[in-house]
């Protein structure tokens, strides 16, 4: 554990000017962080709370430093740096982030030193007390939510972890939770839930549910990895590492991290390759996502990725082979997100096709091409997308999506809908973007 110094080394430069933190500020960019920092989108906890999620957070003196101030406008995996002129500040802080409120140390205390001496650069000499030095850390963001916050993902216990076999140098684990880390996350999402039988449905769930899904999601991505084209593979996760029960099922699953990031792309690509990524799951994998919610869709340098498998099945599988199996599936069928939405909107008449309503409740690849349709009309709903995607909903591509939705959904014989699938959507979305990119 970090000690803090009793005194502060380095009382001669005053760094509390705007001016003079601005400079430290991109010191640690271009020492540090460079890197880190390439081809990715850095902001300052100082800047306006409206800047969107970014990849690299600083903070510098002076600027807020709280793990409340930087883990909600970070994107997951994303880097937290600060750098002050205060030694003891800094590392007071730093404990704040060392494996504690959703960080794992990146980078330690370390020390910052400017490149010049009374306005001389003077490379390698550095001079106590006369060259200007500060302090800092760089801290990334390995949970999906905050200790005590709740998120959709409350089941398992979602974490990067290092493995420096990976490009990005981190893994995603993905882990069974203990029975008493699922109660309290049981007493948080449902607080009139009675704890005696908060408890009884957590130990259901950790030893008879949780293992059987996670077990299945291994197979499924080992059965893309297999039957995907090539250039598709890298765009769901790959199984890197498992760890079973005595029962020989998966209870926790270490796999490739399709991390945000890579260029801006235009509404129309990120709609296109989405849907040519469903097609493929469908037709060549032979695979049905079941819970394509914003957040489980991805932007990627490789492109537009999906994860969150857990609850996959195979095209034509007899669930109902299996019992348990099968009241599993019909379960989460009736609660999912997108069954919900599904549901308002047959209510509310925004969807008649046939075809889509007779899926309401069911396990078919059609709900995956209901709510894909539906998104890619919100691709900010995904706030780690916000500034990955480009979108204007008044712009003319974004209003001729809607109308291919609308017509997806809602068309004009709607009983004589022989079904909708992925590859219909992705012709839909070709024809438009031949109208507007030629």
């Not at 902001?43 to 883990?71: H, W, Y």
């Not at 995996?77 to 007071?92: H, I, M, S, T």
Request: hydrophobic share 40%; proline share 7%.
């Amino acid at each position: 554990m970090f000690k803090l110094p009793t005194r502060n080394p380095n009382p001669a430069p005053d760094l509390g000017r705007r001016s003079d933190a601005q400079r430290w500020v991109r010191l640690l960019l271009e020492q540090k962080l460079r890197a880190a920092a390439k081809g990715r989108q850095v902001g300052r906890t100082s800047d306006a709370d409206e800047d969107g999620m970014v990849d690299v957070r600083l903070a510098g003196p002076g600027d807020p430093k709280t793990p409340e101030d930087a883990f909600d406008r970070l994107r997951w995996g994303g880097l937290f740096a600060v750098v002050d002129e205060n030694p003891q500040r800094v590392g007071k802080v730093m404990q704040d982030y060392d494996g504690r409120n959703g960080f794992t140390l990146e980078q330690g205390f370390d020390e910052l030193w400017a490149p010049a001496v009374a306005g001389l650069k003077i490379p390698g000499v550095r001079i106590p007390g006369v060259t200007p030095r500060a302090y800092c850390f760089v801290a990334r963001k390995t949970h999906l939510a905050m200790p005590g916050q709740l998120s959709d993902r409350f089941t398992y216990d979602v974490t990067l972890r290092a493995d420096e076999g990976e490009a990005e140098g981190y893994c995603v684990r993905k882990r069974v939770p203990d029975v008493g880390e699922l109660t309290d996350r049981l007493g948080l999402k449902y607080p009139d839930l009675d704890p005696a039988d908060a408890k009884l449905r957590a130990e259901s769930l950790v030893r008879e549910v949780f293992p059987v899904f996670l077990t299945r999601e291994v197979k499924v991505l080992e059965k893309l990895r297999k039957d995907l084209p090539p250039e598709f593979r890298g765009r769901v996760p790959r199984v890197l590492r498992i760890q079973r029960n005595d029962a020989g099922f998966v209870t926790r699953l270490d796999m490739s991290w399709l991390r945000n990031g890579g260029p801006v792309v235009s509404q129309l690509e990120f709609a296109r390759q989405a849907a040519e990524l469903l097609a493929v799951l469908h037709d060549a994998g032979g695979v049905m996502h079941l819970d394509l919610r914003p957040d489980n869709v991805v932007k990627t340098p490789e492109g537009v990725g999906f994860i969150d498998f857990g609850s996959a099945a195979n095209v034509g599988e007899d669930l109902d082979a299996s019992p348990t199996l099968g009241k599993l599936f019909r379960q989460m069928m009736r609660t999912s997100q997108i069954q919900r939405v599904l549901t308002r909107m047959i209510e509310r008449g925004e969807v008649t096709d046939e075809a889509f309503a007779a899926v309401q409740g069911k396990v078919d690849r059609a709900v995956d091409t209901f709510f894909l349709a539906v998104q890619l009309n919100h691709p900010h709903a995904n706030p780690e997308l916000a500034k990955l995607v480009d979108h204007n909903p008044l712009g003319e591509s974004a209003r001729a999506l809607q109308s291919l939705t609308a017509a997806f959904l809602r068309p004009k014989t709607p009983q004589r809908s022989a079904g909708k699938s992925a590859a219909d959507l992705l012709r839909g979305i070709r024809r438009i973007e031949r109208r507007f990119v030629g």
